[in-house]
């Protein structure tokens, strides 16, 4: 017989205050995952970032001064106290490229969200719905997609198209779609099947207003979880194409551009590359742990019970 | 006769597949008259929820197609309308309850939205008050207690009972003439499946439609049905009034059929079964199809398929061993 040990009053008053003091997921029900606290500030801190730049930062971000080039950040042996986060090879101050980089970054994710996941959905939705050679057609473009290599493509866009806002939200947006537009197409294959469905058919209603009044509402939970998931493939997708140089043209800052920019005195001045790094890291991170998150809330299968 | 709203004659829907055709209905007539239940009953895999889909024309995906047939509403055949004509003749003139309450209703909108739908195409350019009153009069018409507080319901707070009557509801507010219902309360509890038939037949003394109630149950059918007609394979076998094919069956397999339901009296011994499988409808005999299966088979059955023999008023049956009346 096993001797099960039984807590003393101690251990279970202790327990108690641990409990209140600082919940932990298994002493919560099963199901409803902790809301990441953590991952929200950084999200809203970088969105405000981004929205109040030009109230928030210190300097402007493309004004030089050469005088103040390569400072390291404050709290190190010659820092000033003018440059927080110290400033780069033109004298720039680093804080104030950081938080004006953040609007980049987050314009960027916006529209080619907006644009690569709007098409996915809408082709999604059609192939699954629709089938047969529509279905197969679809489906082949989106294998096509997925075998090119996207940075590749981005920079030949870039050269062909020059740099810019526009090419990179496009290359950004041809990498997205393919994969927004296989997971929507699996759900709507599983609707399908659904009576209502069919029930839909019996009222009248045509295809057309099927697929936007009973197949859209029905993914558009995926859609949102999907979303939130690519925000931070977005992120590191304009990063890599601006280090590449296929992004923004300098001197607007980017986040990416600002490592690009870093990379070559990483040994002596290697603040001026690894804050933007941080920067990307806990943005993406964040984003990340909040889809996660949102899609274990949003998962059918613990809502219906 | 002058009060049919709904006549099928030998309709033929196969499916057309790779590996060659599959005859689920084939050669299938009957009519439907104002204000009447005629059951469709048959074993799994016989044709009924075929021949509902066919007279919708929602033929499933692959390679189904009705080939051969018509079928007449209000004495127009409506296999020979265009796709828009059918969106308007559905929902209106036609329309169809289907067996799981959990699937027949789009879960992100409310129950009152989903009516709204239905009620909508009816009464274009009514304003959205009239239509929410209308569909809380149609939730109150399928006996839903208290409908002003479930019109704003989402189907997942209701039970399956009433989700089935709300999708009830949605079928009949177009007030079509004939309402097709597959096993509506097949996935219903036994205790709701009563009220949910009681129900129909009330909906339909109120506005005279016709219903085709596909079951597979005999007790549902002796509940339900003026008519029944029993399928066999892809055909319909025997049709009559309930009371008749009851009390004097004509055809081996409804015999076998109704033999097989379980008494409430006598002793509880074993149930009695129909030895063997139904003909594989890719291979159907040039015979009688119930043949191979039959205790009273003999050599003219295997040869030839029976013609239909009127047995009684409005009795038919396809067999070689009953003789006209």
Same mark, same amino acid.
């Given at each position: 017989?096993?001797?099960?040990?039984r807590p003393s009053v101690a251990q279970q008053r202790w327990s108690l205050w641990r409990a209140m003091v600082w919940p932990r997921r298994d002493a919560a029900p099963?199901?409803?995952?902790r809301?990441?606290?953590?991952?929200?500030?950084?999200?809203?801190?970088?969105?405000?970032?981004?929205?109040?730049?030009?109230?928030?930062?210190?300097?402007?971000?493309?004004?030089?001064?050469?005088?103040?080039?390569?400072?390291?950040?404050?709290?190190?042996?010659?820092?000033?106290?003018?440059?927080?986060?110290?400033?780069?090879?033109?004298?720039?101050?680093?804080?104030?490229?950081?938080?004006?980089?953040?609007?980049?970054?987050?314009?960027?994710?916006?529209?080619?969200?907006?644009?690569?996941?709007?098409?996915?959905?809408?082709?999604?939705?059609?192939?699954?719905?629709?089938?047969?050679?529509?279905?197969?057609?679809?489906?082949?473009?989106?294998?096509?997609?997925?075998?090119?290599?996207?940075?590749?493509?981005?920079?030949?866009?870039?050269?062909?198209?020059?740099?810019?806002?526009?090419?990179?939200?496009?290359?950004?947006?041809?990498?997205?779609?393919?994969?927004?537009?296989?997971?929507?197409?699996?759900?709507?294959?599983?609707?399908?099947?659904?009576?209502?469905?069919?029930?839909?058919?019996?009222?009248?209603?045509?295809?057309?207003?099927?697929?936007?009044?009973?197949?859209?509402?029905?993914?558009?939970?995926?859609?949102?979880?999907?979303?939130?998931?690519?925000?931070?493939?977005?992120?590191?997708?304009?990063?890599?194409?601006?280090?590449?140089?296929?992004?923004?043209?300098?001197?607007?800052?980017?986040?990416?551009?600002?490592?690009?920019?870093?990379?070559?005195?990483?040994?002596?001045?290697?603040?001026?590359?690894?804050?933007?790094?941080?920067?990307?890291?806990?943005?993406?991170?964040?984003?990340?742990?909040?889809?996660?998150?949102?899609?274990?809330?949003?998962?059918?299968?613990?809502?219906?019970? | 006769?002058?009060?049919?709203?709904?006549?099928?004659?030998?309709?033929?829907?196969? +499916?057309? %597949? #790779? /590996? =060659?055709? $599959?005859?689920?209905?084939? @050669?299938? !007539? +009957?009519? %439907? #008259? /104002? =204000?009447? $239940?005629?059951?469709?009953? @048959?074993? !799994?895999?016989?044709?009924?929820?075929?021949?509902?889909?066919?007279?919708?024309?929602?033929?499933?995906?692959?390679?189904?197609?009705?080939?051969?047939?018509?079928?007449?509403?209000?004495?127009?055949?409506?296999?020979?309308?265009?796709?828009?004509?059918?969106?308007?003749?559905?929902?209106?003139?036609?329309?169809?309850?289907?067996?799981?309450?959990?699937?027949?209703?789009?879960?992100?909108?409310?129950?009152?939205?989903?009516?709204?739908?239905?009620?909508?195409?009816?009464?274009?350019?009514?304003?959205?008050?009239?239509?929410?009153?209308?569909?809380?009069?149609?939730?109150?018409?399928?006996?839903?207690?208290?409908?002003?507080?479930?019109?704003?319901?989402?189907?997942?707070?209701?039970?399956?009972?009433?989700?089935?009557?709300?999708?009830?509801?949605?079928?009949?507010?177009?007030?079509?003439?004939?309402?097709?219902?597959?096993?509506?309360?097949?996935?219903?509890?036994?205790?709701?499946?009563?009220?949910?038939?009681?129900?129909?037949?009330?909906?339909?003394?109120?506005?005279?439609?016709?219903?085709?109630?596909?079951?597979?149950?005999?007790?549902?059918?002796?509940?339900?049905?003026?008519?029944?007609?029993?399928?066999?394979?892809?055909?319909?076998?025997?049709?009559?009034?309930?009371?008749?094919?009851?009390?004097?069956?004509?055809?081996?397999?409804?015999?076998?059929?109704?033999?097989?339901?379980?008494?409430?009296?006598?002793?509880?011994?074993?149930?009695?079964?129909?030895?063997?499988?139904?003909?594989?409808?890719?291979?159907?005999?040039?015979?009688?199809?119930?043949?191979?299966?039959?205790?009273?088979?003999?050599?003219?059955?295997?040869?030839?398929?029976?013609?239909?023999?009127?047995?009684?008023?409005?009795?038919?049956?396809?067999?070689?061993?009953?003789?006209?009346?």
């Open positions: 017989m096993a001797i099960i040990e099963r199901r409803a995952a809301v990441p606290w953590v991952p929200i500030t950084i999200i809203s801190v970088i969105v405000v970032m981004a929205l109040f730049a030009p109230l928030l930062a210190p300097y402007s971000p493309i004004d030089q001064t050469l005088r103040d080039k390569l400072l390291p950040p404050a709290w190190m042996a010659g820092g000033s106290d003018k440059y927080l986060l110290g400033t780069d090879a033109f004298g720039r101050d680093i804080l104030s490229r950081l938080i004006y980089g953040a609007r980049v970054s987050l314009i960027v994710a916006l529209l080619a969200l907006t644009a690569g996941g709007g098409v996915g959905l809408a082709i999604g939705i059609v192939a699954g719905y629709v089938g047969g050679a529509v279905d197969s057609v679809l489906m082949r473009l989106v294998d096509a997609a997925f075998t090119f290599p996207a940075i590749l493509f981005a920079l030949l866009l870039a050269v062909t198209m020059g740099q810019g806002l526009g090419t990179l939200v496009i290359a950004i947006s041809l990498l997205l779609w393919a994969s927004f537009a296989r997971v929507i197409r699996g759900e709507v294959l599983a609707l399908r099947q659904r009576d209502f469905v069919a029930l839909a058919k019996v009222r009248g209603c045509s295809s057309l207003r099927i697929m936007a009044t009973h197949i859209l509402p029905n993914v558009l939970n995926t859609f949102m979880v999907l979303v939130t998931l690519n925000i931070g493939v977005v992120i590191i997708a304009e990063a890599t194409l601006s280090f590449l140089g296929a992004g923004i043209p300098p001197p607007t800052p980017t986040w990416g551009l600002m490592i690009s920019e870093g990379r070559g005195r990483i040994a002596d001045a290697w603040w001026v590359a690894l804050i933007p790094g941080i920067a990307i890291t806990l943005l993406v991170l964040s984003v990340n742990l909040f889809g996660d998150w949102l899609r274990d809330r949003l998962d059918p299968r613990l809502r219906q019970l | 006769m002058s009060d049919t709203v709904l006549e099928v004659r030998d309709l033929h829907t196969h +499916f057309f %597949l #790779r /590996r =060659g055709v $599959v005859k689920a209905v084939d @050669g299938v !007539s +009957f009519s %439907l #008259r /104002r =204000g009447e $239940v005629l059951g469709l009953v @048959g074993e !799994s895999g016989c044709g009924k929820s075929l021949t509902a889909l066919s007279l919708m024309r929602l033929l499933p995906k692959g390679g189904a197609r009705t080939i051969k047939g018509e079928v007449l509403l209000g004495g127009e055949n409506i296999l020979e309308r265009t796709p828009a004509e059918m969106r308007e003749i559905r929902g209106r003139r036609i329309s169809m309850v289907l067996q799981d309450p959990q699937t027949s209703l789009n879960p992100v909108f409310s129950v009152g939205d989903q009516l709204r739908e239905a009620i909508e195409r009816r009464r274009k350019g009514a304003s959205l008050s009239e239509i929410m009153k209308e569909a809380v009069a149609a939730l109150r018409r399928v006996e839903i207690a208290a409908p002003e507080q479930r019109i704003g319901q989402y189907p997942h707070q209701m039970s399956g009972g009433m989700k089935q009557r709300v999708v009830g509801a949605i079928a009949i507010s177009g007030e079509p003439e004939v309402l097709i219902a597959d096993e509506p309360t097949t996935a219903l509890d036994v205790t709701i499946q009563l009220q949910y038939l009681k129900l129909l037949k009330r909906l339909q003394a109120e506005n005279g439609m016709a219903i085709l109630f596909i079951t597979h149950d005999f007790g549902v059918v002796g509940r339900m049905c003026d008519r029944v007609a029993v399928m066999y394979a892809g055909r319909i076998v025997e049709c009559g009034p309930v009371k008749q094919i009851f009390e004097a069956p004509s055809h081996p397999y409804t015999r076998a059929l109704i033999a097989s339901v379980p008494k409430m009296t006598g002793s509880a011994g074993r149930l009695t079964t129909i030895e063997g499988q139904p003909p594989s409808l890719m291979d159907l005999p040039a015979g009688c199809r119930f043949a191979s299966r039959c205790a009273h088979v003999e050599q003219h059955c295997l040869d030839a398929y029976p013609g239909t023999v009127r047995v009684g008023d409005e009795h038919t049956a396809d067999c070689w061993k009953v003789s006209a009346s």
